[in-house]
Every structure is written in structure tokens, then in C-alpha cells.
């Protein structure tokens, strides 16, 4: 919540001093800021028991990534179909989000820099509200509602695209943007904070951290690529850019659609460990 809470109030302020200002002072802000918080940093005493190192850097990153895919592999199969439908949806759907926001606000709507600032922060709002929901929802918030948030968000996209046709306005185009901005994050962030935290509940405390940084990190490499593809899309079909983001939410829709034995096999899992922490 704090890291979206920052990325919230970024594009806003960023947004509104570019407009005013250019962008020299937003250089200097953020050389400041980078500066106040290296400075704070240094005086972070956080204990740690760290284990004596044995091998070379090289050999110790090899082994805890070679020790995190050896237990997904074995012992959680379904940890290998979370990962890769993660990476799918960084690749259908993250992308195209984080591509075609400034391209639709700004080349397609001729929004100003102040207005892509304010779309951007409700992005982080929608963070930022989807956070505070998954804390007060709790248990109530199970792996099987998984589909039903992704297609929510697939939808939105869908909405996004449109937005862009001839017959909408460029103004009520941008506000549902906008509020779409919003509602696609706060489902995002949803779905993000169920499957996260029931696959940590089902690792052991000595490999949560490795299997963690393998699943986001393999998930993540995807988004780059999505990115790349979505580029060259819009580029080539810039008169036609509803299709790209229509089609970016119905390919996304078919997963989640396709996922769904994925999420009821690890609820299952997940009661199942439950039920023997219980018993222990």
C-alpha cells in the first residue's frame, strides 16, 4: 500500500509540474527525494541472522533459484501453472494497459500532461483501494472468486477499447478511462494479494523468500516482452487502436476462463494445509 500510495500521488505531482514547469524540476524533485531517502537508508538498523557464505555469489543465486524450481516442481505443480498464468497475464493484459494509457490519453484523446498525470494516479488509487478491500474482505476472499476478478479486469480493458471509437466523445472517452484506470487496478490488486498469499502459506518459512522472487521474477520477465509487442501494435494500427486494446481483453477474458481449474486446485491445496495446521 505504501509503494502505491507513492505511485499514486507520482504521475499526479509529476503531471502538474511538468505542465507548469517543464521537466527540469521534476529532475531535481526526484534527485532530492533519491537523495533524502539514500540518506535515511543509511541509518536502518534492521537485525538479520545471515548465514555464513560458502560459494561465490554467482553459485549461491544458481542454487536458490535451482532449490525454489526443484520445490515447485515436486511438491507444488500448481505453483508452475500459477507462475505461468501470471506471466500470461503481464503479457496480455499489464501491457497493455501500461503501453496504451499515455497513447490513448495523450496522441489518441489529446489529453494534456495534467490529465495522463491524473489517469496514472487513479491507477495507483485503484491500487491503494484494492489493498485496503483485500485487508477487509480477509478469508472472505477465496481462490475461486480468482476467474471473476480477472474477467472483471478483462472487461474493463475491453471498455477501455471502447472508449476510442469515433462515436465517443474525446472528453467522456477520457473520463471512462479514467474510472475504468481505476477499477481494472483495484481488481488487479485483489486478485494479486489472494493468489500471493495463499501460495505463501502453503511454502515453508526457509524457501518462502527464493520461491517468492521466482515466481514474481518469472512472472515479470513477460511484461517487457508484452510492452515490445504492444509498441509495434499501436504504432501499426494507430488508426485503430480500439482493436488492440478489444482484443487485449478478450484474449485475457479466454484465460481466466482457462484458469479455472488452475485456481480450485490450489484452493484446494490451500485448505488442505490449513486443515493440517489446524490439526498440528
Not at 507513492?6 to 521534476?26: N, R, S, T
Not at 471502447?162 to 478511462?177: D, E, F, H, T
Not at 481505476?182 to 490488486?189: A, D, E
Not at 509487442?229 to 481466466?256: I, P, S
Request: aromatic content about 6%; proline content about 5%; charged content about 10%.
Amino acid at each position: 500500500m505504501v509503494s502505491t500510495l507513492a505511485g499514486l500521488l507520482g504521475p499526479v505531482v509529476g503531471g502538474v509540474l511538468f505542465g507548469a514547469f517543464g521537466v527540469y524540476p521534476i529532475v531535481l524533485v526526484s534527485a532530492l527525494c533519491f537523495f533524502a531517502s539514500a540518506v535515511m537508508e543509511c541509518f536502518l538498523r534492521i537485525p538479520h541472522n545471515g548465514r555464513p557464505r560458502t560459494d561465490s555469489l554467482l553459485r549461491t543465486v544458481k542454487g536458490d533459484l535451482a532449490e525454489s524450481w526443484r520445490f515447485m516442481g515436486r511438491e507444488k505443480p500448481n505453483f508452475l501453472r500459477v507462475t505461468l498464468l501470471l506471466a500470461l497475464f503481464n503479457l496480455v493484459l499489464s501491457a497493455a494497459i501500461i503501453v496504451g494509457i499515455p497513447i490513448m490519453v495523450v496522441q489518441l484523446l489529446h489529453g494534456s500532461d495534467t490529465q495522463l498525470g491524473l489517469t496514472q494516479g487513479a491507477l495507483g488509487l485503484g491500487g491503494l483501494m484494492g489493498g485496503l478491500l483485500a485487508s477487509g474482505l480477509g478469508a472472505r476472499l477465496r481462490l475461486h472468486h480468482s476467474p471473476l476478478l480477472l474477467l472483471l479486469a478483462s472487461g474493463g480493458v475491453v471498455l477501455m477499447g471502447v472508449a476510442l471509437l469515433p462515436l465517443v466523445s474525446p472528453i467522456v472517452g477520457y473520463g471512462l478511462i479514467t474510472v475504468l484506470s481505476f477499477l481494472v487496478m483495484g481488481v488487479s490488486t485483489l486478485f494479486t494479494v489472494t493468489i500471493l498469499a495463499a501460495m505463501q502459506g502453503q511454502t515453508p518459512p526457509d524457501l518462502l523468500g527464493k520461491v517468492m522472487a521466482t515466481v514474481l521474477a518469472t512472472a515479470n520477465c513477460a511484461q517487457p516482452l508484452g510492452q515490445a509487442v504492444y509498441g509495434l501494435l499501436f504504432e501499426g494500427l494507430a488508426d485503430h487502436a480500439w482493436a488492440v486494446m478489444l482484443g487485449a481483453g478478450l484474449l485475457a477474458a479466454c484465460l481466466a476462463l482457462r484458469a479455472r481449474p488452475v485456481f480450485w486446485a490450489l484452493e484446494k491445496e490451500t485448505d488442505r494445509s490449513a486443515g493440517d495446521a489446524t490439526v498440528r
